[in-house]
């Protein structure tokens, strides 16, 4: 296994709820809770699950806009939140995100090229800026000649993300972390700019966190996939393993819900239906956050919380007190 450049270790991110009148008690929205994973050099970590999740805030919270209430963030070993603000801008440099809106993540009165070159600029890197801000544009599939003086809203969805990605590699970081980054496009173009990222990691050595809500987006480009529920992590391995046996009831409902190409497979097959809402992050369930909506879930699930565990040999890691097996979701579903 090569090196880890990012590894967290029980992170909690909680914001506090406007505080009701006459109430002495302050509730806070527990939007990470508990977390501990790892991101290796030079792979891909993919990142999953509802809107809500926790999966955005987990991403601001490495980048540092948003602080966390405790547990650690280590960037090659170095806890990050303890640095100062004069550490935090150094660390910057080598830790950068691409957005969900290419749109409005770009300053619309600004240029291609000025906003390409914004990092030099916050840097106070000034040489050779106009040739290195061409070279980005020429790598990312875009034209200098035709695109260096127009400004984001004459491109498409698609070409505005690629000025997103220009941006974040200009200086040229060890960790990218991309929060839903096609999720705004086509799916035609989501193609198009996975791919991009693909040949970006292979030709810079890049190492990515990508966050989205889409696993059949993920299994295209990540080497290990996550997913998250409520705050927490629920199952974690490669992704051979993972898109062959998952264990978690979650993820299976996940994974049921893809839409297959085949029309009469698609209408044949089985699917695992969650009952329910998504439970409020600020009161989550006793127990396994997810037992409110698991069909397998017993007293045990109710009352205790069931630990991130390894489940076999090559490390798929399992939340859940009843872990199952294919032949078992068959004869549930």
């Keep these: 296994m090569t090196e880890e450049v990012l590894t967290i270790r029980n992170l909690h991110v909680h914001f506090p709820v406007k505080k009701i009148p006459f109430k ?3 509730e806070y929205v527990k939007a990470v809770n508990g977390i501990s ?3 290796h050099k030079g792979q891909t970590l993919g990142i999953v699950g509802e809107s809500g999740c926790g999966k955005s805030t987990l991403a601001r919270t490495i980048v540092g806009l948003e602080k966390p209430t405790s547990g650690q963030i280590l960037f090659e070993g170095e806890d990050i939140s303890k640095m100062n603000a004069k550490r935090m801008h150094e660390l910057r440099r ?3 995100m691409v957005f969900q809106d290419p749109y409005t993540s770009l300053h619309p009165r600004m240029k291609v090229g000025e906003i390409i070159a914004a990092p030099f600029k916050a840097y106070k890197i000034k040489d050779n800026v106009p040739s290195r801000v061409k070279e980005l544009m020429e790598l990312v599939g875009l034209n ?4 260096y003086d127009r400004l984001p809203h004459e491109f498409s969805g698609g070409q505005r993300q690629r000025i997103g990605i220009a941006r974040a590699i200009a200086l040229k970081p060890k960790l990218l972390i991309c929060d839903e980054p096609v999720s705004a496009l086509d799916v035609s173009v989501q193609a198009q700019v996975i791919n991009l990222f693909e040949n970006l990691q292979e030709e810079l050595g890049l190492t990515y966190m990508f966050i989205a809500h889409d696993l059949s987006v993920v299994k295209h480009i990540a080497d290990q996939v996550a ?3 409520l705050g927490k992590v629920m199952e974690i391995s490669d992704s051979d393993s993972f898109y062959r046996n998952a264990r978690h009831p979650y993820t299976n409902a996940l994974l049921s819900a893809i839409p297959l190409p085949d029309p009469l497979q698609e209408k044949s097959r089985k699917q695992l239906v969650l009952e329910g809402e998504l439970p409020s992050p600020t009161h989550p369930p006793s127990g396994c956050v997810f037992h409110t909506r698991c069909p397998f879930a017993k007293d045990v699930c109710k009352q205790s919380i069931p630990p991130l565990e390894k489940d076999d040999v090559q490390g798929h890691a399992v939340a ?3 872990p199952v097996q294919h032949h078992e979701l068959e004869e549930t579903i």
């Design 37 to 39: 994973l790892s991101v």
């Design 320 to 322: 859940c007190f009843y």
């Design 227 to 229: 997913v998250m529920y």
């Design 144 to 147: 200098p000649d035709e695109h």
């Design 24 to 26: 002495k008690t302050t």
């Design 94 to 96: 080598d830790i950068q």
